[in-house]
């Protein structure tokens, strides 16, 4: 934002009176933006229900510093006019003009038990710069801290010709990677591919095909180690590269701007799936949007019709059959010619909403069948990017089993998971996953210690991989064995389970 935009009476009053929530209404009803922000999109924005903001700003406190640090860097709010003392760690790098701080570590913990210090990354959004905390994990597992240190330490105190020669990047290029946010997309660097890379951050007339494979390599690399990092870890990275991506495409020539938008449409896709795996619903929709935008633009026809396969597997999240029917079955009505593996994979969500709708298992059975049909019929995969590559028969089993729990038939559901959930066939987050479900047909068909057991493996994973979808499921597991509370082996899954997952209803 601007400078003046701190300065109105407004901004200046809450900034003055020391309260975020105050902060949060002037900027939502700023004249800067054209027209008010509405409370549900600014709700997004710190991962929190209109509700609940509406009850901040009419009178609830902010005094958590990691809190308020967050919801400053959401709002990009100067550091300058920040009233609260924020720990070193986590003021490391919260601009391209601060790179140059002294280094800071902090041990400080999040209700998750992961790091807030650590770094906060500049990252485009919309139109707007946001700080993307990434904990002491994601540094470690993708050389980012080692990196860092040698972009803002190193060569500063070298001559410019020692510099030149140990390291072909200059201040200004290392600046220009994060301010673009693309530091976040960082894994094994070539120096002089990073170094073209810099300068097509700072200066479009660099943007080419070479920078657009560059970006392409980095979000492949991301999706191979989503399953064991998890969504926390891989989430900044992606929102780097559609960072660089949404910042360079507005000035990069057409015929560049539509394969960055190609490789945008794809991580927009994948930031929605990561998005749906922390539960944060509003940006998941968010990204989803994006996608199916940039896909338009660029002509890619299997990509619309694969965001409807992702919109519709949101919806079964929060149990809405019927968009969820509808949803799936646009994907197989538009104007598109979906790979086999994609029709089979709408076809299965169709079974699933007919289960949850009422369908018998005869019904249901007839379209999984279909499905399995087109997946047989399938090409092979020349490449694990291609859409519907992650789509096999392990996977329509696993979804198979599903579609029989809500058809009430948890038995059958529970010897396809016997016969095919194997922990070296999925990655550790998938794996807890499906044994969540596992452990919910188990629970349904009468057990109670049997899926109380399941449920603790798959809690175990999910914590390791932070997915709150998985947490989500295993909270229908409680209510299940709802019955059977007192007994030890249920009471262990419910001591598994962080009290932050656990809802009043359980």
């Avoid at 490391?92 to 003009?97: D, G, N, P, V």
């Avoid at 209700?111 to 500049?122: D, K, V």
């Avoid at 299997?302 to 029917?325: C, H, N, T, W």
């Avoid at 709802?482 to 899954?493: F, G, I, M």
Wanted: net charge negative; hydrophobic share 40%.
């Amino acid at each position: 934002m601007p400078e003046s935009f701190w300065e109105t009476p407004e901004m200046r009053s809450a900034l003055d009176a020391c309260d975020m929530a105050a902060v949060m209404r002037a900027f939502r009803t700023h004249t800067y933006h054209g027209k008010d922000i509405s409370q549900e999109v600014a709700a997004g924005w710190v991962g929190l229900t209109q509700s609940r903001l509406s009850r901040i700003e009419n009178g609830v406190k902010i005094n958590d510093v990691p809190q308020l640090m967050r919801w400053a860097g959401v709002l990009g709010i100067p550091k300058d006019l920040w009233w609260f003392r924020a720990p070193r760690a986590a003021t490391r790098l919260t601009s391209s003009e601060t790179a140059e701080q002294p280094r800071a570590q902090s041990e400080q913990e999040s209700r998750h038990g992961h790091m807030i210090g650590g770094l906060l990354l500049p990252v485009l959004i919309g139109n707007r710069t946001v700080l993307v905390p990434v904990d002491g994990r994601t540094m470690a597992t993708s050389e980012l801290g080692a990196l860092l240190d040698e972009l803002t330490v190193r060569g500063e105190s070298e001559s410019p010709a020692a510099t030149e020669q140990v390291e072909p990047m200059n201040p200004l290029n290392r600046r220009a990677l994060l301010k673009a946010g693309l530091a976040t997309a960082i894994s094994s660097v070539d120096k002089s591919e990073l170094r073209h890379v810099a300068l097509a951050m700072d200066d479009s007339r660099y943007m080419d095909r070479s920078v657009v494979t560059y970006l392409r390599k980095r979000l492949a690399e991301c999706k191979s180690d989503d399953g064991t990092l998890g969504s926390g870890a891989t989430l900044p990275v992606v929102l780097g590269i559609l960072s660089a991506i949404e910042s360079r495409a507005r000035d990069a020539r057409p015929e560049i701007r539509r394969e960055l938008l190609s490789v945008g449409a794809d991580g927009a896709e994948f930031a929605g799936w990561l998005y749906r795996d922390t539960r944060n619903v509003p940006q998941a929709l968010y990204w989803h949007d994006r996608a199916m935008e940039w896909s338009q633009e660029t002509g890619d026809l299997g990509m619309q019709g694969y965001v409807l396969i992702r919109k519709s597997q949101l919806a079964f999240d929060d149990r809405e059959p019927s968009r969820m029917l509808t949803l799936a079955q646009a994907a197989q009505n538009g104007p598109w010619e979906l790979p086999s593996r994609l029709r089979a994979e709408a076809v299965q969500q169709e079974a699933r909403a007919d289960a949850m709708l009422g369908a018998s298992t005869d019904a249901v059975e007839r379209k999984l069948d279909r499905a399995r049909s087109l997946l047989l019929a399938a090409d092979p995969i020349n490449s694990d990017t291609a859409l519907g590559a992650h789509y096999n028969e392990t996977i329509l089993t696993m979804q198979a089993a599903i579609c029989y729990t809500e058809a009430g038939n948890p038995r059958r559901s529970v010897d396809l998971y016997a016969d095919a959930l194997r922990e070296d066939v999925f990655s550790p987050r998938d794996y807890g996953f499906f044994l969540s479900w596992m452990a919910t047909s188990l629970a349904v068909a009468g057990e109670p210690d049997h899926p109380a057991k399941t449920g603790i493996a798959s809690a175990m994973r999910a914590t390791n991989a932070d997915s709150r979808r998985t947490k989500q499921e295993l909270q229908r597991v409680l209510v299940a064995l709802q019955p059977w509370q007192h007994r030890p082996a249920v009471k262990e899954l419910r001591e598994a389970m962080h009290p932050n997952d656990l809802t009043p209803s359980v």
